[in-house]
């Protein structure tokens, strides 16, 4: 969550957990909240504990939320007798109805499709559909819903590996159909489809699990072309040990109240400017810059305390981007903290190439 929907914040809590489910596996996977007609929220999420995929279960885990800072009426509803997973649920309100509509994976006919249930309070729902079955396997569901008259879904092609979009001007189960060829970064999956709240810009995130587990995200400013590029990682940073998630836009007088509630990571990230998927970290007493992610991952979170030499010492203005920052020695004050070959050392800096190796962003 964060105030643009276009880039992830700090998780809440220093990474500890702000629900825990005590019934079913007590495994808990994909979170999805959603703000509800009434401006409260209720959060959705998957009931599987470990990495054995081929666990049956029916259920959703649930809980409400008045503003994200307790979870209360904790419940798990069931979506389906059929003998198959419940997996990556969403949820959307479908005014024709006067209900919303909960959208997982399940396996239906011999592969995934996505299903859909019905309901008024999240705590009964209607008998299971088949919402979309392009005739293949397709997990993780998202939706956008009224954009220009036309409703959107992205879904994991698990066949491909890849993001893939489809879209009704309805939101009858079974009218959507596929209009673009999909992306991907390696094997992606768990989309997520959100428009900036200061442009006219759609964001469509993507989890990678092959090769390296990170998020990547695309961006358009015409949904409709089914067109994306890839956003330069620069701008934004993924949260610490964040999967399959959500993007939940809020104001800023909610931001604050969280911030206020759980406070903000004691601890920083450095990550590289030309080496936007690498962070500072230290390995066997070395500092260098690695791939995120990779363990341990606290082996890149630093606590920024005053200079020890001189306690009014601080770092400067990049080097290569005035809006991040570059650190210089105190005793060797024409030399930077640099990167070369991945390992940090100090430098002086003369060229182009070394202003960008001593360029990093500080944050969480």
Known sequence: ???????????????????????????????????????????????????????????LHVWESADLRSFTNYHRVKMHDMPTHSWAPEAFWDASRNQYGIIYSAVNGGHDVIMVNYTTDFQTVSAPQVFFDPGYSVIDGTMAMNVNGMNYLYFKDSGKQQLVGARSTTLKPGSFQIYNTGVAHGGTEAPILVKSQTSSTWYLWGDTYTPNGVFYAWQTTDLASGTWTPVDQR?????????????????????????????????NRLKSYNFPARYVRHANSIGRIDQYPFDPFTDSEWKMVPGLADPSADKTAGLADSTWSSFRSYNFPDRYIRHSNYVLRIDPITTATDRSDATFSVGS
Do not use: E, F
Request: glycine content about 6%.
């Open 235 to 267: 701008v934004y940073t993924q949260p610490v040990n964040s999967k399959h998630a959500t993007i939940q836009p809020i104001s800023g007088a909610q931001y604050d109240s969280l911030v206020a509630h759980y406070g903000k990571p004691a601890w």
């Open 1 to 59: 969550m964060c105030p643009d929907a276009a880039c992830p914040s700090h998780p809440p809590r220093q990474n500890k957990p702000v629900a825990t489910p005590t019934q079913g596996t007590t495994g808990l996977r994909d979170p999805y909240i959603l703000r509800k007609q009434d401006g409260t929220y209720v959060v959705l999420a998957t009931d599987l504990k470990g990495t054995d995929w081929s666990q049956q279960n029916q259920y």
